[in-house]
Nanobody
């Protein structure tokens, strides 16, 4: 079955950290560009990070630059998003996405609140 499954979301205090994972199955993960998006309540979906099959990373948007890091482990068919110094405005549902297929995961909720 071709799918993406996110995990690792939850409730975290401002300034805290989380690591999101995206497990891929049913396609040759190592060959595909992968992305993380997020969507806050009432807002449009926002691109957060992009990593190519080679491991090359596109520049991050200013909203997360210096705080978020995307990575992948092709041997484990898994992509990650390390999120540090979290802010309340990072609260959103986070999705992984394979744009060339195209294929979305179901999303994982991240809530940053004291």
């Amino acid at each position: 079955q071709v799918q993406l499954v996110e995990s690792g979301g939850g409730l975290v205090q401002p300034g805290g950290s989380l690591i999101l994972s995206c497990a891929a199955s049913g396609f040759t993960f190592r060959s595909y560009k992968m992305q993380w998006y997020r969507q806050a309540l009432g807002r449009e979906r926002e691109l957060v990070a992009t990593i190519f099959s080679t491991g090359t990373i596109m520049d991050y948007p200013d909203s997360v630059k210096g705080r978020f890091t995307i990575s992948r482990n092709n041997a484990k068919n898994t992509m990650y998003l390390q999120m540090n110094s979290l802010k309340p405005e990072d609260t959103a549902v986070y999705y992984c996405y394979a744009p060339s297929i195209p294929l979305w995961g179901q999303g994982t909720q991240v809530t940053v609140s004291s």
